[in-house]
């Protein structure tokens, strides 16, 4: 190869758009990724959104719509609803919701794949999800890395996403306000008293305050799956963040954390990527 023609396909390579672990990114679904001081990763300032997870399954015909549980008057049962009609109105900026674990980390592999292949991410680089961990430093939490996410379940108390104080000020974050009762909600749950947000179900992404990182949604709107098995046994996955239908404060609390099977789906469960911008996948 002649020494011009090398120094080009160097120079080229050297220009490859690569995240870097201190720079924002925006990635080829125009999800936005920041970098969040006291991890390694940068993490996505917001849910995985209904045109991001439609993409998805338009390029790999993946099956996420069975056996998907949903609220209504009646409690929580399979209804036939899945992700892209989950038995309330979304557009294409809300949160996608109704996917399972599974379908969260074929979604992360597709991506890391597409990314790859196209030259925006190197070999080393990668989308997972959060681990538990990694999501408590995101949201302001000092915990310990030891221990499981039941371990730590609710253990700090006294401490939302929006401050110290109960009730959450007005529009904090998408939780169960008083638009959250109509006709298909619970005749016996008592939404947060005095509270509105002015979403009865999701909210589209971005419609509250960031945070100190620039990362919206890490609290309320739909619960975000997280890497982690939940507990020693490894039946079930942990979850971080409440959702839209979620009103008591134990629940609201950012140490507070939830759980399901792998393969679970349900209208109150989504999920936000991070990417591993240095050494390997975890």
Known sequence: MARKETERLTATLEKQPYPTLGQPYENSLAMKFVPVAGTEVLFGVWDVRVRDFEAFVQATGHEATTGMYSLRSDGWKQRGDKWKSPGFTQGPT?????????????????????????????????????MDWEWSVAVGLSESRDGTPKDKDMKIKDVYPWGTKWPPPPGA??????????????????????????????????????????LYDMGGNVWQWCEDWYDSAQKSRGLRGASWYDFVPECLLSSSRYYGPPDFRFDGFGFRCVLVVGGSAR
């Open 94 to 130: 809300h949160p996608v919701c109704g996917v399972s674990w599974d379908d969260a980390k074929a979604f992360c592999e597709w991506l890391t794949k597409q990314e790859r292949v196209a030259g925006k991410l190197s070999a080393s680089q990668s989308y997972r999800l959060p």
């Open 173 to 214: 974050r998408n939780y169960a306000g008083s638009e959250a009762a109509d006709g298909n909600w619970p005749s016996d749950w008592k939404p947060i008293e005095g509270y509105r947000d002015g979403h009865p179900r999701t909210s589209p992404v971005g419609s509250f305050k960031a945070n100190r990182f620039g």
